[in-house]
């Protein structure tokens, strides 16, 4: 059965700073891994979405990397910025056979970027 | 890309009282949809899931039900509320078949039972 957790639950940094936010999945035999964003109170947002085959994939100052033979995956930020501010999800798909329409979700890590 | 549009945005209701939240999808035509709930301090709680009209799959026993008349038009509804069925409700949609699709979220409704 597919676990997905996130550390640290909170983190919070100074304005500039690189960082990385760490997930990591108990079944290794995912197609894909995504991350995304919410605001609070609001909706989520996919920032990436790593296929098995990828090491990693790159939006603008986030990088996700995906590594399925030690179970993880990491979302580094670089020159964080106060807009960052907000929790990060990842999410891997159910691996039970024939009901792999399901996400399995980490409880998120919540950033704090102070100016 | 897929737009979610769910409402409405914030309710409050009584105990007791019955429920239906509505979302709909543009931008994509025979989508996985996907009702989630987010309690306070809490991850993602799935609740329905539905591969086609009228095709529900619910993950958890409650006091909710869901429903999909049309192509892109999902709904969250129960008879009577309870204090447990406040929330934050959301609704996705990703498109069927292959592995490496995306899922959308809409803004969510913020539900209070008092």
């Known amino acids: 059965k597919q676990e997905v957790t996130q550390i640290p639950a909170a983190l919070s940094v100074p304005e500039g700073e690189n960082l990385v936010l760490n997930c990591s999945f108990t079944d290794s035999a995912i197609y894909n891994l995504q991350w995304f964003r919410q605001d609070p109170g609001k909706g989520l947002t996919s920032l990436l979405l790593?296929?098995?085959s990828q090491r990693e994939q790159t939006s603008g100052r986030l990088n996700a990397s995906l590594d399925k033979s030690s179970g993880r995956s990491t979302l580094y930020i670089a020159a964080s910025q106060p807009g960052d501010s907000a929790t990060y999800l990842c999410a891997a798909p159910n691996t039970n056979a024939g009901n792999n329409r399901k996400l399995i979700w980490g409880l998120g890590t919540s950033l704090a970027v102070n100016p | 890309s897929q737009t979610i549009h769910q409402w409405p945005a914030t309710l409050v209701q009584p105990v007791g009282s019955p429920l239906s939240l509505e979302c709909t999808v543009e931008g994509t035509s025979n989508p996985n949809l996907y009702w989630y709930r987010q309690a306070a301090g809490r991850g993602l709680q799935l609740l329905f899931y539905?591969?086609?009209?009228?095709?529900i799959s619910s993950e958890v026993p409650q006091n909710l039900s869901a429903s999909r008349p049309q192509d892109r038009q999902f709904i969250l509804s129960s008879k009577k509320l309870l204090l447990s069925d406040s929330g934050f409700y959301l609704c996705?949609?990703?498109?069927?078949?292959?592995?490496?699709?995306?899922?959308?979220f809409g803004a969510g409704t913020r539900l209070s039972v008092l």
């Open positions: 996705a949609s990703r498109l069927a078949g292959g592995r490496g699709n995306i899922q959308y």
């Open positions: 539905s591969v086609g009209i009228g095709q």
């Open positions: 790593i296929q098995s």
